[in-house]
């Protein structure tokens, strides 16, 4: 009988710092985790208690899975302290992720805002796999500042990439930073697209994601071509808890990618 | 197969012989309370004349269970089998609702599942409902209708014996074993009949003189009073200690939590009882909480029973049993929140 309460022993390969607030952990579980990009996983400190996260990697990759996690509670702070060698537990994949078939064809814009940049990372590692399938990638990164931008070597990779159109700001610029400044949803003034033969991706903090899909909507998307990835407070992640549910959905299992159709009207989707 | 009649004095006899192999759980009731359900032998049953103060859902899904090895693929579980005696048609009700629940979608809950297979129910009629009793106003009367194993009709609160019927299988095949029973007489069915109907009239009036006449259109008038914000709302809100009591005893209620705990240098899994009625229930950990607010927490309860379930999988998720109203240290009575939202 299978149990989707327990973890999978997993093993920390490596700790790479991103951000001063954010790290990305390479994890090898005991036995392989194969997700579809979007889903997410539980990942526990044995003892100490789980959160949820979807893989920042490849989903093409099954015997690792990247998760990038940001200090913001009891479980992310002590993630923190992991290093190399540490025994964690992960359990998954669930959920539905990105629905490759429904973007086929069409050009992708991809909003991402701080650290909702690492489902995105996946999102993008899958999309530009397949070239014949997604010829146009629109990739608008924001962060607050430049040293929070995290991935930065693949971000400078993205940019020199024919498949990747990026645009990138930092609410709060140094004197070395040459992109934009501002919030994320000003880089969309210069995307150049046609709402009706594209989709758009959103993923971020609440206030992002509020703000990101009212420029999608006021850009003309449709509301079901707008897809957001939505957090809420999960335990178990199959559905029988109750911690998630979203009027008539439960995020864990009807989500966490939704449509923006699928989303309106229900009371406070951004709190 | 038949009705049979069971005579007063070979009752625990008969609950004897059909329990036999299992973990014994059955009313015992002091004078003039409700019963409670715990472990008993046979002979110490005590049939109430109503449910049990312990909802059925602790049975399958105990207060605090111990999930075994931390990680996956370690240990095995040996579940006992548990017959519970007393059980009630709210009871069997909230059943439902808790199968659909653990059971239904891509994921099932091996806990539920192992303890639910292992479940033989033995139910009974309701005979004396409770005053704060209203399961006829969703449509339900106080008596099993199925989800049972089998049933017992006492007959005059016992004093004239117990009528015996079959739900399942399983049921039929325990009761073909006693062959010296007889079949209920015409006489005795009648007297069921007839106890049910005062039972149902019972509650039916009670639910009536507290205002809950008619289930109306009670999911629409839900959603509309939420979106008025209706005065009503803050004058049970601020009531509310938020103890979760009413979520513990609600046969229903089954929101939970994982907590991980390391003890003697093991690591343990606990599925523990939730309850939205917590502040942080659905706060993140970055600090945003779609339900901050004390009124919107106790309006997420009702939207629970009222129309997320019934609307996710067909049945109400209150069964009128009346237990939150006396668990309630707030003493908000979920019959005045029904009716309020009913006459919004």
Known sequence: ?271 | MAVKFVPRDRFADFIAAVTEGYELYGHQTEEGEQPHMVRTGADEITLGTARAVEPTKSFLFPPREDLGEYFAGEGERDVPRVALVGATGCDLRALKVLDEVFLGGDFKDPYYEQKRQNLLVVSMDCTAPFDVCFCTFFGQPPYPEDGYDLNLSPLSGGQDGYLVETGSDKGEELLAKKTDLTDASEARLAQRDEQRKQSADTVDRQAKAAGLEALDTITEKFRSSREADAEFWYTHSNKCVECGACNFICPTCHCFLLVDVEERGQFKRFKNWDSCLYPAFAQVAGGANPRGHRVERLQNRFEKKLDFLPSAIGLWGCTGCGRCTEACAGNIDVREVLRDIRQS
């Open chain 1, 1 to 271: 009988m299978t149990d989707p309460y327990r973890p999978i022993k997993t093993q920390v390969e490596d700790v790479i710092t991103e951000s001063p607030t954010i790290k990305t952990y390479v994890l090898r579980p005991a036995q392989p985790i194969p997700f579809q990009t979007g889903q997410f996983i539980e990942m526990a400190v044995p003892g100490l208690g789980e959160a949820p996260f979807t893989p920042s990697s490849s989903p093409q990759v099954e015997e690792q899975m990247d998760v990038t996690i940001m200090k913001a509670g009891r479980v992310t702070s002590a993630i923190h302290e992991l290093e190399p060698g540490a025994t964690v537990g992960l359990r998954g994949p669930y959920g539905k992720g990105y629905p490759l078939d429904e973007f086929a064809g069409r050009d992708i814009l991809i909003v991402g805002g701080g650290v909702g940049l690492a489902p995105l990372r996946s999102l993008l590692y899958a999309l530009y796999a397949e070239p014949e399938r997604f010829r146009r990638i629109v990739l608008c990164y924001g962060a607050r500042t430049p040293e929070d931008v995290i991935y930065k070597k693949q971000v400078d990779e993205w940019r020199e990439m024919s498949q990747v159109e990026l645009h990138q700001s930092v609410d709060k610029a140094d004197g070395d930073w040459k992109h934009t400044e501002g919030v994320v949803t000003v880089l969309l003034d210069d995307v150049k697209i046609d709402p009706a033969k594209s989709v758009g991706v959103v993923c971020g903090p609440p206030i992002m994601m509020r703000f990101g899909t009212l420029k999608l909507i006021e850009m003309g998307f449709p509301d079901e071509n707008i897809y957001l990835s939505m957090e809420k407070n999960m335990s178990c992640g199959v559905g029988k808890c109750g911690h998630c549910r979203l009027g008539p959905f439960y995020v864990c299992k009807d989500g966490p990618v939704f449509t923006y159709a699928q989303l309106k009207g229900i009371d406070k989707i951004w709190d």
